[in-house]
Every structure is written in structure tokens, then in C-alpha cells.
């Protein structure tokens, strides 16, 4: 590292400090991906505010460093050489219901309200969000309760599962970006697309919160949806550290298919292997190392591309430096 990086990486150490923020050096992402591989970010911050999270970021870009904001790091693949500049792991997750401009927590919402809009901080999370919402009797986010991430890496990749996806309730989301501007995008303005949306692949925009159209119906019919669905997917994909789907489906077919029908399943690198339940899984089982998922993923791509004539894209995102 050069010496003028690093002394802006100890200033913005003091700075964070400042505020009140625990902040640790030379964290091994490992312990913050789902995959649980990733080497150590230089430095690392837990925000559970949406004041410190506006803080956390404002100054690195401040000082002019790389800033990752960190949701649950289920969509990710941190290299093994880790992630330079700061990691902002945020927690800032209140969600509260508006009605009428009027903001309640959502258990003192009036019982005669049918439908109204929900408001979400980034760094909430789907599953306990998702729950909150079906024991209460409000329907929206029923089919995201066992998708382990915030709603800012649901709203980036436009998360979606059993024919429903982020976007089909969205109304706005609230964003700072580079130059400390705060602003809102309506749906149509966030680009969402299959799994995209205009915010993937950016760090000079992070997003704060998210409003959403959300509906009234009984605990017990929203409970039992929610039963079946998790009922799929537990008989659908693999236990074991994971990203979920590695590779976005192509045009009129599934990644996962093509994968099988390419004889991939089980195909291991190092302590990564294509899952034999679900292809289009890789599962950490053995202690694996980026390397070795990076590599296995190349492997399958090659190997459907010559099978298929298909060039899988990535649906996980590729995050720090690879070996
Ligand atoms: C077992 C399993 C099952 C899964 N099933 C599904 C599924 O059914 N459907 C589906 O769509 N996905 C699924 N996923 C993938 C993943 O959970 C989702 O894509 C999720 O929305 C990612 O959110 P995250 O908070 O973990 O994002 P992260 O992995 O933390 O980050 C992903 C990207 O979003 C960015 N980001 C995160 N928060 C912000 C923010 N506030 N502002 C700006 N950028 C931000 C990050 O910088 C990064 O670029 C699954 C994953 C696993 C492990």
C-alpha cells in the first residue's frame, strides 16, 4: 500500500472513531459471506443507524477511498486477498408503515388500513422483515422470507424467487451518491430488470431505504404460503454455505439445467463443489478458498459453453481482489 493511502486509511480510522463507530482492522470477510470465503478488508464498520451509515460512507468517499457497503453478503465472492478501502457492513434496518404521511411501527398500524406503504432502511433483513410482516397480516414480502439478505442487496439485484421479485411492489428508493446528494428513484427510474437494476455494479450510489406497496391479508393464509414456499426450497436447494444461484438464467432456459445436462454435478475444486441437488449451487463443504469457487465457476462456464454454446453470465457479483 502506498503511504499516502495508508495515512488516509488511519485518518479515516480516527474519524469513524469519532463517531462512536467500533472499527476493525484486517477483518477476514469470511465471517461476513454467506459463502464464508473472503480475505480481510482493511478496514471494517458496523453501522446499525441510518445517521451513521450516511456518516460512514460520506467520509470515506471524504478522504477518497474505496467504499463497500456490505448487506448480508449472500450475493457475493469476495477474493482472498480481500477488499481494499472500507467495508460499511450495514445494519441500519427500521420498518415502519405509512399511512397518510403518518409513520407507524407496524404493530400499532390501525387495524381498519387495507393497504399502505412500506418503509424499509437498507440494512434491514429480508427473512426477520419478511416474518414481522406475515405474523401481522401484511402481504409483500412473503416470497422473500428465506432469501438471506438486506433489502439493499435485494434492491441492487432486484431479488426475486417463485414468479415475484422486488420490483413488482417497489414505489421508491431513497439514495446518497458520490458528491453527499440525496435523491429518490421511482420504480421505472431504478432500471430493474431480471436480477439488475441501474445500481448493480456501482460504488458511487448507496441505498438508504425503500418504500413499497403492501397489502392486507390473514396471518394464517400469508403463514401457510409462506410454509409451502419454504417447503420448496428446502426440498429444492442445498444446505451448506452458499451464494444461492451462481449464474443468472439464460434467455428461455435455467443456468441450473444446462449445468446438469453438461455432467457438472458434484464437480469439486479444492473445497468447493457443484451441488448435486441443485447445479446451479456451488457449496463450500471443505473449507474452500475464493480460489477454488472463482476457479470451479470458470470450469463450469467453459465446460456449458462447449457442451452448449451457451455463455453463462454471473449472477453473483465478483467483490475485492482474487489471487
Ligand atoms: C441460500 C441462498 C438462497 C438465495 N435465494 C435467492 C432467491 O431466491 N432469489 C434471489 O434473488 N436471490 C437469492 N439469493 C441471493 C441473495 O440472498 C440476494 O441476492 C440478496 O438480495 C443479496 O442481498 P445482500 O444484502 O446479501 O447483498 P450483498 O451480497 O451484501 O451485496 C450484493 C451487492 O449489493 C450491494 N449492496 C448491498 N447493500 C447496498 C446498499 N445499501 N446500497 C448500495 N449497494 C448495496 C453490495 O455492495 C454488493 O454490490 C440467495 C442466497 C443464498 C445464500
Known amino acids: 500500500m502506498v503511504r499516502a493511502e495508508l495515512a488516509g486509511l488511519l485518518e479515516l480510522e480516527a474519524r469513524l472513531q469519532t463517531l462512536g463507530l467500533e472499527v476493525r482492522r484486517d477483518e477476514p470477510m469470511a465471517r461476513h459471506t454467506t459463502w464464508r470465503v473472503g480475505g480481510p478488508a482493511d478496514l471494517f464498520v458496523t453501522v446499525q443507524s441510518m445517521d451513521d451509515l450516511v456518516h460512514a460512507v460520506e467520509l470515506a468517499w471524504t478522504y477518497e477511498l474505496p467504499c463497500f457497503v456490505l448487506g448480508g453478503g449472500s450475493n457475493i465472492l469476495v477474493g482472498d486477498k480481500g477488499i481494499r478501502g472500507l467495508v460499511v457492513h450495514n445494519r441500519a434496518g427500521a420498518v415502519n408503515i405509512e399511512v397518510a404521511g403518518l409513520r407507524f411501527p407496524l404493530e400499532k398500524v390501525p387495524a381498519d388500513v387495507s393497504g399502505a406503504v412500506l418503509y424499509l432502511e437498507s440494512g434491514a433483513a429480508l427473512p426477520s422483515a419478511a416474518r414481522r410482516l406475515i405474523a401481522l397480516g401484511w402481504e409483500g414480502l412473503t416470497w422473500a422470507a428465506d432469501i438471506p439478505g438486506t433489502i439493499g442487496g435485494a434492491v441492487v439485484q432486484n ?84 451464494a444461492g444461484s451462481v449464474f443468472r438464467n439464460p434467455a428461455g432456459g435455467y443456468a441450473g439445467r444446462l449445468i446438469e445436462e453438461a455432467g457438472l454435478k458434484g464437480r469439486r475444486v479444492g473445497g468447493a463443489h457443484v451441488s448435486e441437488r441443485h447445479a446451479n449451487f456451488i457449496v463450500n463443504d471443505a473449507g474452500a478458498t475464493a480460489q477454488d469457487i472463482l476457479r470451479l465457476i470458470e470450469l463450469v462456464r467453459e465446460t456449458v459453453w462447449k457442451a452448449h454454446g451457451v455463455e453463462l453470465e454471473l449472477e453473483i457479483e465478483l467483490v475485492g481482489e482474487f489471487a
Open 159 to 242: 431479488a426475486g424467487a417463485f414468479g415475484e421479485c422486488l420490483a413488482d411492489r417497489v414505489i421508491e428508493v431513497e439514495w446518497m451518491e458520490l458528491s453527499g446528494r440525496l435523491g429518490a428513484w421511482s420504480r421505472e427510474e431504478c432500471g430493474f430488470g431480471y436480477r439488475t437494476s441501474r445500481l448493480r455494479g456501482r460504488r458511487d450510489i448507496v441505498v438508504l431505504g425503500l418504500r413499497m406497496r403492501v397489502d392486507r391479508q390473514k396471518p394464517a393464509e400469508l403463514r401457510a404460503r409462506h410454509e409451502e414456499l419454504a417447503a420448496l426450497r428446502r426440498s429444492r436447494q442445498p444446505a451448506g454455505p452458499s
